[in-house]
C-alpha cells in the first residue's frame, strides 16, 4: 500500500495555457499507479432512500423477534466497534 508521503506536492505551473481536466486526472490517475494503486468503483445501497429505512426497519423487527433475538443482539454487540470504550 502507498503511503500519503510518496505522494508528491504540486508545484507552481508557470503561466499560460491550463492542463484540461481530463488530461490532470489521467495524470494523477497515472501517478497513483505508479504507486502500486488502482481504482475501483462500488455501489453501496441509497441508505438515504425510503425503501432501504422500510426495508431495514421490516428487517430489524423481525431479526428482534426471533428465537434467536438474544444470540444475534450479542454477536453484533460482539463485533461493533462503538469509538467509546
Not at 507552481?12 to 492542463?19: D, E, L, W
Not at 497513483?32 to 430489524?60: E, K, N, T, Y
Request: hydrophobic letters at 40%; glycine letters at 4%; charged letters at 35%.
Amino acid at each position: 500500500m502507498a503511503s500519503a508521503s510518496k505522494l508528491k506536492t504540486r508545484k507552481a505551473k508557470p503561466a499560460g495555457k491550463p492542463k484540461p481536466s481530463r488530461l490532470k486526472v489521467r495524470e494523477h490517475r497515472d501517478r497513483l499507479r505508479a504507486l502500486g494503486l488502482r481504482p475501483i468503483q462500488i455501489w453501496v445501497p441509497d441508505v438515504r432512500a425510503r425503501s432501504f429505512r422500510s426495508a431495514a426497519h421490516r428487517q430489524s423487527l423481525a431479526v428482534a423477534a426471533s428465537a434467536q433475538a438474544r444470540e444475534d443482539q450479542g454477536f453484533i454487540d460482539a463485533v461493533s466497534d462503538r469509538g467509546d470504550e
